[in-house]
C-alpha cells in the first residue's frame, strides 16, 4: 500500500515517549493539500505529541515525517525552525503572546521574522485581526485583553503569514460555546478559500464536525475501520521520498 501522491503532509511508524512513557506507537497519518484534518480521542491519547512531531516541534523516536518532499525527522534545528516560521502555523490551547508587542505586532509577528516589511506586515495581520472581530485591539497590549480576545489574536498569528498548514491545538479550549463557532467558522473558512491544510486536534466533537476527515487516537495508537496496518519494523529515511519510500502503510482515508 502507498500512500496518495496528493498528500501535502504523511507520516508512517511514529514512536515517541515521554519521560518513558509511550506516547505514540506506531502511527501512520497523511493530510491532503487543503484538507482539514481532525484528530480526536481521549485526553491524554498522543493528539498534542502528533501534532508536535508532524509541525517539527518534536522529532519522533522512530518513524517518518515528510512535508512537500522535504524529511522533517532529519532536519537540523535551524531548517526546522525556518520551516514552522515560513511555511507553518501553530494554534495552541494558550494564546502564548509576546507582552512587550502590540497586538497587531504579535499577530504579525512571523511576517516581521521573515523579513516582510513593518507597513505590508500590519496590513496583513491587521485583515485577519478585523476577521475575528479584534481588530478595534490592534494598538492595545496582551495584557488588556481578554482571554478569549487573545486567542483570537494568536489565530490571526497563525495565519497572517499564508501557511501552507496549521497546526490547531485544542484551539477553542479557551473560549466559550458562541466564541467557539465563530472562531472555528473563521479558521475553517480561511483554510479552504486560501487552500491551507489544517490539523485540529480536540477532544470537542464540535471541531471534530468541522473537519473532512477524522483520525482516532487511543492510548497513542491509531484506530479505527481505516487505520492503517502495523509497521512492525524500523524505518529509515528515503532521501528521495520515493513511492517506495512511502510504502507499508495507507496514508489516507
Known amino acids: 500500500m502507498v500512500a496518495a501522491p496528493e498528500d501535502l503532509l504523511w507520516a508512517r511508524g511514529l514512536h515517541h515517549e515521554h519521560e518513558g512513557s509511550p506516547a505514540l506507537l506506531d502511527v501512520c497519518v497523511g493530510v491532503r493539500e ?37 524529511p522533517l525527522h532529519t532536519l537540523p534545528v535551524s531548517a526546522r525552525e525556518r520551516l514552522r516560521r515560513d511555511r507553518f502555523g501553530w494554534i495552541g490551547s494558550e494564546p502564548q503572546l509576546l507582552p512587550e508587542l502590540t497586538v497587531w505586532e504579535n499577530a504579525a509577528l512571523p511576517l516581521l521574522l521573515s523579513g516582510t516589511g513593518r507597513r505590508e506586515a500590519r496590513r496583513r495581520a491587521c485583515e485577519w485581526l478585523e476577521r475575528l472581530d479584534v481588530g478595534d485591539r490592534a494598538r492595545s497590549r496582551p495584557g488588556a485583553l481578554l482571554q478569549s480576545q487573545r486567542q483570537r489574536v494568536a489565530i490571526a498569528r497563525a495565519l497572517a503569514h499564508s501557511p501552507a ?75 528521495g521520498g520515493s513511492p517506495e519510500g512511502r510504502a507499508a502503510c495507507s496514508l489516507s482515508a
Open 165 to 239: 498548514v496549521v497546526f490547531a491545538d485544542e484551539p477553542t479550549a479557551p473560549l466559550h460555546q458562541a466564541d467557539r463557532a465563530q472562531v472555528l467558522r473563521t479558521l475553517t473558512t480561511a483554510a479552504r478559500s486560501h487552500r491551507i491544510t489544517v490539523v485540529l486536534a480536540s477532544h470537542d466533537a464540535q471541531v471534530a464536525r468541522v473537519a473532512d476527515r477524522a483520525v482516532t487516537l487511543v492510548d497513542g495508537r491509531r484506530v479505527g475501520a481505516d487505520a492503517p496496518p502495523p509497521t512492525d519494523m524500523p524505518v529509515k529515511p528515503d532521501p
Open 34 to 70: 487543503g484538507e482539514i484534518l481532525s484528530v480526536t480521542g481521549p485526553r491524554g491519547c498522543g493528539k498534542s505529541t502528533l501534532l508536535g512531531c508532524l509541525s517539527g516541534r518534536l522529532v519522533p523516536a522512530r518513524g517518518e515525517v515528510w512535508f512537500d518532499g522535504v
